[in-house]
């Protein structure tokens, strides 16, 4: 007890060891992210086919009560060439100037879909800075607080201290529409207790209303006060997508449909998608619809496009592949810029990040980066998963339809799918990992295996030079000591995300601790997950300038699939061949 008490008044971080770890099945703690890559043929897996005919005939069984409402899902892996679910639903009744069916070739509009093209074409026009304030490229903003009488904080917008990061991602505090103005619907306001109109704004795009333009815009958006303070709350705003717009023309010098034409939908080839209304012929058109006519003015640039299946999956595939922005300027974009009241849902830019560890059998948290767009009888929703390498789309247009719809439907297709998923990947990294890997010469071994106690690889053997690493964990932690007693422990093994060529890099994650004892220590605070910190207690043991954490495996890619032929133990100076 003296030796372990002086070791924790040395080395103040095993306070935090001691006590605190974990979060997934059996309180492990996985890094956020993969914690096995992505299975490469998913659709050939029996688990998945099983599945995807499940679920083909419960969304059968859920559209067939619809009589006039098309819908349309599609899910892709980026590692095939086909989708891996392509459900369309053609109702009874379709207006006649539209499709007469519906498939994956079939338009809908996308409403606020639509902002993941803008922020996207923020960030590649060259020139733009995401993190400069947006008065360094729209100075002309200012002069909008002279439309207010009073001008204080509560009646005047700070636009010096809004960047376009802040108008992209909802916190930039600003009103969230100029278009809803009551005022321009005929209606009579004063029967609920709305005084009389001194002032009209008289535009719309909605109801037969004209739509708002540029002009009205900087004729009247000043005399909207702020909603928050910049960068303090989340708040939805259509306004701050038409503002990035302006941004986008000023500094290009192309008008903005031009821009997002040639660098995104060009460049992904997405040859049905447009800015403007297509051919009525190939639409998703409920009978007697208004929306898909309407001309949003400057609501444009926050939900005009229109767009179908096919497009928006391999828009998602461009995304993740990294064909539209460097690898680091793509990840930098999939990450949160702030939280929301909901625990599980954060904010991107302009990403809605849906959050749950509830889904699949290892209990982690996965995070789904998505963009739901409703526009009248419109409502779409583009998703995608990086940890399994998916993308999905899901489309409706009709009376019926609603976002709660699309996310019903969302949650449907994940919670059904993702667990056969997960176990098509377990299968790849059965055959790719898992073995014995040893070295004769130094008495070296490491056993992996792919097993249902938690995520990631199990380590079920670790010796080097005789020595049972895992065991011995506290006296590399400590680094004062050799000789302090065994704790409990487990070892788990994730991919870093780091390759080179046949070469990928991966770290243990030590848990310390029973499953019991972690849950104890979680009990203790109040918030959740407490004794989950992968992040910080990685990368904490080195030697010689060697993680001993870090493993790195080399790969063989034969007609059978990847297979680890050895296996480096970067800190150990060890390097083990596979001998299964």
Known sequence: ?????????TSPLLVVLAGHVLAAKNNHCPPLGPVLPAPTSPSTHPAVQSTVSTLKEAIYNLTATL?????????????ETTPMVDVHYTPPMLDPRGASKIDASTVYRIGSVSKVFTVLAVLETYGIRIDDPVTKYLPRLRQLNQQQTNRDRITTVDWDDITLQALASHMGGIGSDLITDLTSFP??????????????????????????????????????????????????????????????????????????????????????????????KVGAISLGDVIWNATLGIEDPAGAFYSNTKDLLAFGEAILTNKLLTPTQTRRWLKPVTFTSSSGIFIGAPWEIF????????????EFYTKGGDVGTYHAMLAMVPDFDLVVSILTSGPEASSGLVQLLFSQVITALLPAV???????????????????????????SVDDEGPGLGIKEWVVRGTDVP??????LSAVSTSLPKVNLSTRLYPSGLTAG??????????????????????????????????GLMDRVVYEFGALDEMVFSLDDAESGVAAKSVELVGFRATLRESR
């Open 67 to 79: 009589n006039g409402t098309a819908v349309s899902i599609g899910l892709k892996s980026l590692h």
């Open 471 to 476: 065991t011995h964990w506290l006296n590399y």
């Open 355 to 366: 959050r749950a560890d509830n889904i699949n059998s290892d209990q982690r948290l996965i």
């Open 187 to 280: 209606a009579n306001w004063t029967s609920l207790g709305l005084p009389p109109a001194r002032e009209v704004l008289g535009c719309a795009g909605l109801d037969g209303i004209p739509p708002c333009n540029e002009t009205d815009f900087w004729d009247n958006y000043g005399k909207r006060n702020p909603v928050f303070a910049p960068y303090s709350n989340p708040l939805y705003s259509n306004t701050a997508f038409f503002i990035l717009s302006l941004v986008i023309e000023s500094v290009s010098g192309l008008p903005f449909s031009d821009f997002v034409q040639k660098h995104i939908l060009d460049a992904v080839g997405m040859p049905r998608t447009t800015y403007t209304k297509p051919d009525d």
């Open 422 to 448: 997960e176990a098509a990947g377990k299968d790849d990294a059965r055959a790719a990992f898992v073995g014995t890997y040893v070295d004769e010469a130094t008495n070296s071994t490491l056993a992996l």
């Open 502 to 535: 046949e070469r990928t890099a991966w770290r243990v994650a030590i848990d310390l601790g029973s499953p019991e004892e972690i849950a104890q220590a979680d009990a203790q605070l109040f918030w959740p997950q407490g004794s989950c910190l992968a992040w």
């Open 1 to 9: 007890m003296r030796s372990i008490r002086r070791l924790l008044w």
